[in-house]
Structures are given as structure tokens and as C-alpha cells.
């Protein structure tokens, strides 16, 4: 008997404690898809915030400009005002929502661990900051587009849950963020592959493996939840484009020639005016700068009058008109557009330049087609010339062509597409450093050297 007893007793005791450890099984089991949830949220909830970036800042410019086609002279008024008074709410309540915030998303990803005083750049409070003064900033005639922002909004979104997240998941920190990030993008564009080249070519310069499933989930709900509120059409409707292999090379020549020197002219101007400009009116900017902003403001307006109104906003509706043949699109729109975006990121509101970009690529299109006897149908040219210049301005060819490719559904034109894109940012390289990874550098410099003080204090 005690043998049997013994005997049961010995395989009672490998047998009890499988419970504890199907248990520990058990709730890892249930942390791992909890933390999968959080995971999916946050990119269904990127999607949500980058519909309402897009809804709010359309509703709010349809509003300036046919309040501006009534009263000719409310721009005069309305945008100095607007524009000193959101840029003193955003460096007075939403401190890092300035700028386009592509860089302050990559600036991030390479904040140093030990950082005590470094302001942050990705947060919640950035995120309602972002939508709703970058918004009421194209709402009352800035050249400014919603796409960049909505960069910084995914990766804030995606920074927020981190914390979240169980630790078996081991997902780091700033893979949640290219995720993020490049969410952002295919959702504000309504373009998915757009948004996977844009985190391998210009958030991530690479992707590790077991990142890109990150990245393409991420895209995949964003997009969806995007699509399910937008329509799941192009961003620019079903626009076939074609054209005979001799006027393609003709355009290629030509679009990548122009849109290289203007994208490159740009994207330095762009980087002085952030990091190297000096003298008597960058004092004053840096000194008194919502007067600054205000002023900025006033030659936008000035500007928009003589005009006719084309250059405010985004420059999505014109581009539109452009590619479909319709309205009356002036010859000067795209290098308005281009002095009147330079004049809005210099005020220092929160917004971005892709689709701004975009317009301008458009104008300088619809300016070269009689040079190539393409007056009747240069809807290929002006692809060209959009693909070209945002490569140009970005030193990200491959982003740019797959942009343009996903919103006038050009993919007949594809090799005439990845030629032009990457012949302008090969030129622009010649004429300006990369855009956005040299001013992320800034960034980071000077956050460094603004948490080295506090620092030492502490």
C-alpha cells in the first residue's frame, strides 16, 4: 500500500504543477492578443485622425474661399490675423506641432535615451494641436497641406501606446513610429503602397523584417478605415494616362530638367530659411514671431488677390481641375504656388508641403505642355511634373513616383514615372541637401542643446 501510495504521490507531483504554468500560458496567451488589439486601434485610430485632418481642413478652405470670392477683401484681414494668431497658440499651448512634422517624427527616432531635457515631439496633446491649428491654418489661406502633419499625428498616436503594449510583444519603440508614420501618409493620400516606400525610403532608410509586418498592418487598417469614410476611388479619380514612347521621352527630358532645378531651388531655400538664414528679417522672425507670421500672412494675401485666389490652400482642388481639363488654371499658378508655400512654412505654422508639392509639379506641367504640343491632353506631362518636382523637393524618388502613380491610377505611365522622379532627385542632390533628414538634424541638434543646460542644473 505505501508503494502504491508512494507511486501516486510521485506522479501527483509531476502532474500539479502543470496548472500554474498553463496558466502562466494562458495569460500570456491573452496579454500577447491584447497587445495585438492596441496594436490594430492605434492604426484603425491613425486612419480615423488623418480622415478628420482631411474633412476638417477641406471643410475650413472651402469656407475662406468662397467667403473670399464674396468679400475680396477679407483675405486681407482674415489671414495676417489667423496666421500671428495660430502660430502663437502653437508655440504658446502645442510647443513641436510647428513645421511639416515628418522631421520632428525622424528627429525622434533618434533622441538620445539619456535625453533629460528634451521637449517632446510626438504626444497626444501634439496631435490636437496639429489637426485643429494646422487645419484653421490652410482654413484661412495658407499654402500648407495636411499629408506631413499627418505623419506626425500616426507616430504620435503609435509613441502613445507604446506604453501599452506587453512586453513579450518586443516591439520597439521607433518601429512603432516608422508604422505610424508611414500610416499617416497612405491614409492621407488614400495610397497604401505609398505609404510602405515612403517608411522603407525616408523613415527608416531600410526595413528589418519583422518590421515591415508592423508597417503594413499599420497601412492596411489605416487605409481601410480611410477608404470606408473616403471612398476607395483615386485620390484624383480614374485617370487614364497615355501617350506614344516618343512623347514620353520628350516629356521625361523635359519634366525632370525643370522640376530637378525648381524641387531642388526649393528644397534649399527651404533648409536656409529653417537652419542657416541670417540678417536683419530672420532676427526679426526669430525675435518677434507672430509679427513675423502676421506679415507672412499679408503678402499671402496680397498675393492671393493678384492672383485671383488660385494659390490658397492646399492646391488640390487646382490640381484636380488641371488633370481633368477643366476651369481656367492661369500659367502662373504653379510659381505663385511655389512663392506662396516657401512664405507659409517660413511663418512657422503646423503644416506640410506634399500636396502644395504636388500643385506646383502640376503648374509647372500645365506651363511646359505647349512647348510639347500637348495643349489639348497634358495629362501625362503634368503627372511627370508632379512626380518630379515632390522628388526633387524630397530626395525620395521612389515614394514620389508611387504617389503619383496610386492617385491619377497611371500605371501605363510607370516607367516614364520612376525615370522623371529619379533623373530630378538625382538633379536636385546637386543643388540641395535631402530635406527632411537634414532638418530633422537641426532638430536634434538643437534639442541637444537645449537639454544640455538643464542638465547640468539638475
Not at 502562466?24 to 485622425?49: D, E, N
Not at 484681414?77 to 506641432?97: M, Q
Request: hydrophobic content about 55%; charged content about 10%; proline content about 5%.
Amino acid at each position: 500500500m505505501k508503494s502504491l501510495l508512494h507511486a501516486a504521490g510521485l506522479r501527483l507531483s509531476r502532474i500539479l504543477p502543470i496548472f500554474p504554468q498553463r496558466r502562466w500560458r494562458h495569460k500570456a496567451y491573452i496579454l500577447l492578443w491584447l497587445g495585438r488589439l492596441v496594436f490594430w486601434g492605434g492604426a484603425i485610430g491613425v486612419g480615423l485622425l488623418a480622415v478628420l485632418f482631411a474633412k476638417l481642413s477641406e471643410f475650413l478652405n472651402h469656407q475662406f474661399v468662397h467667403a473670399a470670392e464674396r468679400h475680396g477683401w477679407l483675405p486681407l484681414l482674415l489671414t495676417p490675423l489667423a496666421g500671428a494668431l495660430c502660430v502663437w497658440i502653437t508655440r504658446r499651448y502645442f510647443p513641436g506641432a510647428e513645421g511639416s512634422g515628418i522631421p520632428q517624427a525622424l528627429a525622434e527616432m533618434q533622441r538620445p535615451a539619456d535625453a533629460r531635457g528634451w521637449k517632446p515631439l510626438l504626444s497626444l496633446r501634439i496631435i490636437v494641436g496639429k489637426i485643429l491649428v494646422g487645419a484653421s491654418a490652410v482654413g484661412c489661406g495658407f499654402s500648407l497641406g495636411r499629408e506631413g502633419p499627418s505623419v506626425q499625428v500616426g507616430a504620435s498616436l503609435m509613441h502613445t501606446i507604446h506604453g501599452l503594449l506587453p512586453r513579450s510583444l518586443r516591439i520597439l519603440r521607433n518601429h512603432l513610429l516608422v508604422a505610424g508614420g508611414a500610416a499617416g501618409i497612405a491614409a492621407a493620400f488614400n495610397a497604401p503602397l505609398a505609404g510602405i516606400m515612403f517608411a522603407i525610403e525616408e523613415m527608416s532608410r531600410g526595413v528589418e523584417a519583422r518590421m515591415s509586418g508592423l508597417i503594413i498592418t499599420a497601412i492596411v487598417l489605416a487605409g481601410v478605415t480611410a477608404q470606408s469614410q473616403m471612398g476607395n476611388g483615386n485620390f484624383f479619380g480614374n485617370i487614364l494616362i497615355i501617350g506614344s514612347d516618343g512623347e514620353q521621352l520628350e516629356a521625361v527630358a523635359l519634366s525632370a530638367l525643370v522640376c530637378g532645378l525648381a524641387g531642388g531651388l526649393f528644397a534649399r531655400m527651404m533648409i536656409l530659411g529653417a537652419l542657416a538664414w541670417r540678417g536683419r528679417l530672420a532676427d526679426f522672425r526669430r525675435e518677434r514671431p507672430i509679427w513675423f507670421a502676421a506679415a507672412c500672412g499679408l503678402l499671402v494675401a496680397c498675393l492671393g488677390l493678384v492672383t485671383g485666389g488660385v494659390i490658397y490652400g492646399s492646391g488640390l482642388e487646382q490640381t484636380r481641375a488641371l488633370l481633368e481639363a477643366e476651369g481656367n488654371i492661369p500659367w502662373y499658378f504653379g510659381p505663385a504656388k511655389f512663392v506662396a508655400t516657401l512664405m507659409a512654412y517660413l511663418s512657422g505654422l503646423p503644416g506640410g508641403i506634399f500636396a502644395p508639392a504636388l500643385s506646383i509639379g502640376a503648374g509647372l506641367g500645365h506651363d511646359l505642355a505647349p512647348l510639347l504640343d500637348q495643349s489639348a491632353a497634358p495629362a501625362m506631362l503634368l503627372a511627370l511634373c508632379m512626380a518630379g518636382f515632390l522628388a526633387a523637393v524630397t530626395q525620395a524618388p521612389i515614394t514620389s513616383f508611387v504617389i503619383v502613380m496610386e492617385m491619377v491610377d497611371g500605371y501605363s505611365l510607370v516607367i516614364s514615372l520612376m525615370a522623371v522622379s529619379l533623373l530630378s532627385s538625382g538633379l536636385s542632390r546637386l543643388i540641395s541637401a535631402p530635406l527632411y533628414p537634414t532638418l530633422a538634424a537641426g532638430l536634434v541638434a538643437r534639442q541637444t542643446a537645449q537639454a544640455a543646460p538643464e542638465s547640468r542644473s539638475a
